[in-house]
């Protein structure tokens, strides 16, 4: 895409159609419609019935690889290099930042130091992302996999994991038949 055609295009998106009511509002549909055709010009890679939420930011969009069915939640902002499977389902305000300063030095201020190399952050099929969680530069999260609201991910998430907490850690499988009591959860047994 030439450089004054992605300019009109940012443009369009965050003067217009990002302050435009999120999809379950009245008109919502619309302006589901309106953001889904510009993102699709402007991300690396944009799949079948993507939907991209009122509110949301990704900088040029460039960086932004999404797959089918796919969703980008309702504020959330996208920093640097992000792929995400079929069928991720994102809550309001979720940061992703594949980015982060640098700050190995300690003869000059940490905001003179620039930033490290982008490491992107990977998210797998059919992986459920709660509201307000934040993805850390260079973490995967495994297909079936869900991070719990409010979560900091700062390492890989696996497969079919359900991870929660700050720094967010596996509570338990989504494959597993019965769930693992946790130490800090007191367990209820039915006696018959």
């Known amino acids: ?20 009511p999120v999809s379950y509002l009245p008109g919502g ?14 991300f ?11 509110g949301a930011r990704f900088h040029s969009g460039r960086k932004v690889f999404i797959g089918d069915n796919s969703d980008i939640g309702e504020d959330a902002r996208i920093m640097g290099s992000v792929v995400l499977g079929s069928n991720v389902m994102m809550g309001p ?7 982060n300063h640098e700050f190995s030095r300690t003869d000059i201020p940490m905001n003179q130091q ?11 099929d059919d992986v459920w992302i709660g509201a307000r969680a934040i993805l850390l530069s260079g973490v995967s999260i ?4 869900i991070v719990g609201a ?26 597993e038949t019965k769930a ?3 130490e800090s959860m007191p367990v209820l047994q039915h006696h018959a």
């Open 150 to 175: 409010g979560s900091v991910v700062t390492s890989d998430v696996p497969e079919w994991a359900i991870a929660a907490g700050n720094p967010a850690r596996i509570v338990r499988y989504r494959n």
């Open 1 to 20: 895409m030439q450089g004054l055609q992605r300019i009109f295009l940012c443009l369009l998106y965050y003067g217009f159609a990002r302050w435009l």
């Open 29 to 42: 549909r619309i302006a589901q419609k309106i953001r889904r055709a510009i993102c699709s010009r402007l």
């Open 44 to 54: 690396g890679r944009c799949g079948q019935n993507v939907n991209v939420e009122s």
């Open 114 to 124: 620039g930033f490290r190399p982008d490491k992107t952050v990977h998210i797998g």
């Open 180 to 182: 693992k009591p946790q």
């Open 142 to 145: 495994g297909s079936g996999a």
């Open 93 to 99: 305000s979720v940061l992703i930042l594949s980015m």
